[in-house]
T-cell receptor, first 113, second 115 residues
Framework: GENVEQHPSTLSVQEGDSAVIKCTYS??????FPWYKQELGKRPQLIID?????GEKKDQRIAVTLNKTAKHFSLHITETQPEDSAVYFC????????????FGSGTQLTVLP | EAQVTQNPRYLITVTGKKLTVTCSQN?????MSWYRQDPGLGLRQIYY???????DKGDVPEGYKVSRKEKRNFPLILESPSPNQTSLYFC??????????????FGPGTRLTVL
């Protein structure tokens, strides 16, 4: 089955700096890649996703890039703010949709004021 | 309001005492799933369901059962809980495919402790 690896497990940045989280996947058939943000004590919530027919997608300060050849995708957060502090999960699916996601192990992002 | 609900939110029980965690969604989603979240391991899928009466094992199904008798409900059953099932559990739902903006919505989580 699919295996998703996520790095780093923890990341600390100064407010205003950029943060990058990287994931690799094993199944070349994977075609849907969402990113979830989980604040302390809360449920995971989708922040951005990308499908395999697109190389990059942006939404304000958040962007995701996908390299199908290398089987990796990354989350980029620019101009980080304290409210960006959370655990971020990447995921992958072969179904072009949100079902049957395989998740990475998560990255604890801390934005220092 | 579109939502996924779980009950109970917190549960402390003892080894071997059967329990059920309920999950319900009001978005008419076909797909529902249970995950457990443990530190350093991310979200691991326990069971999922593609529609009523259609369920399948995820990555960590041992010690769990599910049923899908109605589209909106997907209960998780631990018939003989053990301490290694102490975890944070999330239910989630989504459309199977073909809906713009489709995403997997998560419930608020159930913190289970098995003594």
């Amino acid at each position: 089955g699919e295996n998703v690896e996520q790095h780093p497990s923890t990341l600390s940045v100064q407010e205003g700096d950029s943060a990058v989280i990287k994931c690799t996947y094993s199944d070349s058939a994977s075609n849907y890649f969402p990113w979830y943000k989980q604040e302390l004590g809360k449920r995971p919530q989708l922040i951005i996703d990308i499908r395999s027919n697109v190389g990059e997608k942006k939404d304000q300060r958040i962007a995701v890039t996908l390299n199908k050849t290398a089987k990796h995708f990354s989350l980029h957060i620019t101009e980080t703010q304290p409210e960006d502090s959370a655990v971020y999960f990447c995921a992958a699916s072969i179904h072009s949709s949100a079902r049957q996601l395989t998740f990475g192990s998560g990255t604890q992002l801390t934005v220092l004021p | 309001e579109a939502q996924v609900t779980q009950n109970p939110r917190y549960l402390i029980t003892v080894t071997g005492k059967k329990l059920t965690v309920t999950c319900s969604q009001n978005m008419n989603h076909e797909y529902m799933s249970w995950y457990r979240q443990d530190p350093g391991l991310g979200l691991r899928q326990i069971y999922y369901s593609m529609n009523v009466e259609v369920t399948d094992k995820g990555d960590v199904p041992e010690g769990y059962k599910v049923s899908r008798k109605e589209k909106r409900n997907f209960p998780l059953i631990l018939e003989s809980p053990s301490p290694n099932q102490t975890s944070l559990y999330f239910c989630a739902s989504s459309y199977v495919a073909g809906h713009p903006g489709n995403e997997q919505f998560f419930g608020p989580g159930t913190r289970l402790t098995v003594l």
